[in-house]
């Protein structure tokens, strides 16, 4: 039985899809020691290992945190870097005494890849977006004194490499930290340009495992009606006004629309719900897509993959990040639309879902890509992997 020391942030769509990989890793005897926030401890805890909470520094680097500049990917690397920089000296000093046999980290935490030199244990990635092989950028952007955000990021790289005693910290390693067994939670056929990556790189497909939760509305009075499922995601999602022209297109139509707002919104400011509509702060996503015709959602990478598994084609209203790319990569292969959170009108959604339900093609894609994500094996593929390198170091 190893020791795992596995390192993660706070946002769900990074850890979801690593909890059914905790659980087989457990149940293949593994003793697993998780490192995130109080949010995600009963999940991290329900899937068998053992949660260490990063505590009040890392919650107070999240209320203080602000950036030297306001362009968006330097934004997201100062954050990134910052978190790093308060996340090793906890971890060090949580574990201590401690000794673990490898650490897994997401690939956006540039931190597991130090921790692993601090302790001089192997390092796995754990990767729930699209692999990275470059910055999706051009290379003037990174020259130094092409903008005064990127030299305070360069100027904070030197210290941490300084702080740590590492040999040297580039953006790259940051953004996306490879290592010598990467898991990448997509299947090669949706992966963009997945030639480019070498055989390091476990293409194993979403993270699927049934869950507890059930719904407290029944689909199956649904009869021949179309079911439209629409969800925004766990970040940006207080859309009251999408949501408020998702109800006036579909409102009275021959459809079921299941509408899942986040906890964050109040369902009474949106009115009348009509009679068709099901609306909930929460919903069991994997459940409603079993039976979903169509999702609206924002693109996240997770919530695409899902309603791929289970063939069902997207529409999707991309806001930041890596949402754009998967938007692309899902209009490319033809499984569903992208649009424009400023062009929305409920004309436009109208039109879309009739496009896509009207269209086979849009089903026939998704399923196909479906397909790709069962037979690249999910997490019992990525444990595998992970069991098989180790036993081989």
């Not at 300084?162 to 040999?167: L, R, S």
């Not at 992966?191 to 509305?217: C, K, N, Y």
Request: glycine letters at 6%; proline letters at 4%; a negative charge.
């Amino acid at each position: 039985m190893a020791k795992v020391l596995f390192v993660n942030g706070n946002v769900h769509g990074h850890i979801n899809p690593t909890l059914p990989v905790v659980r087989e890793l457990v149940n293949n005897g593994e003793e697993v020691c998780y490192f995130s926030t109080m949010e995600f401890k009963q999940k991290i805890e329900a899937a068998g290992a053992r949660f260490v909470d990063y505590g009040s520094r890392m919650y107070e680097f999240f209320q203080r945190f602000k950036p030297s500049g306001d362009h968006p990917f330097y934004t997201l690397i100062e954050f990134m870097l910052e978190m790093d920089r308060t996340a090793v000296p906890i971890v060090i000093e949580k574990t201590k005494g401690e000794a673990y046999d490898y650490i897994i980290h997401d690939s956006m935490f540039g931190a597991g890849n130090v921790l692993s030199k601090l302790l001089n244990i192997p390092a796995i990635c754990s990767c729930t977006s699209f692999a990275m092989n470059r910055i999706p950028l051009p290379s003037h952007m990174f020259q130094p004194g092409f903008n005064p955000q990127l030299d305070n990021i360069y100027t904070k790289l030197k210290d941490t490499v300084a702080d740590w005693g590492v040999e040297k910290l580039d953006i790259m390693d940051i953004f996306f930290k490879k290592e010598t067994l990467n898991i990448v939670y997509t299947s090669k056929m949706f992966q963009p340009e997945w030639e480019t990556f070498d055989d390091s790189f476990r293409f194993v497909g979403p993270s699927i495992a049934e869950r507890e939760d059930r719904l407290d509305f029944r689909l199956e009075d649904v009869g021949n009606k179309p079911v439209i499922y629409i969800s925004m995601g766990t970040i940006i999602n207080q859309c009251m006004d999408f949501y408020k022209k998702s109800i006036e297109a579909f409102k009275g139509e021959n459809c079921m629309v299941i509408m899942s707002v986040g906890n964050k919104t109040d369902i009474g400011l949106l009115g009348e719900i009509p009679d068709n509509f099901v609306v909930r702060n929460h919903v069991p996503q994997l459940e409603v897509l079993k039976s979903a015709d169509v999702i609206i959602c924002h693109g996240g990478l997770n919530s695409v993959s899902e309603a791929l598994y289970y063939g069902v084609p997207v529409i999707s209203i991309p806001q930041v990040n890596d949402q754009y790319m998967v938007s692309r990569q899902l209009v490319k292969l033809g499984a569903g639309l992208e649009l424009k959170m400023e062009d929305i009108t409920y004309k436009v959604l109208k039109n879309s879902v009739k496009t896509v339900l009207s269209d086979t093609s849009y089903k026939a894609s998704s399923s196909k890509i479906g397909r790709s994500f069962v037979e690249a094996g999910g997490y019992k593929a990525a444990a595998k992997h992970i069991l098989d390198f180790i036993k081989q170091i």
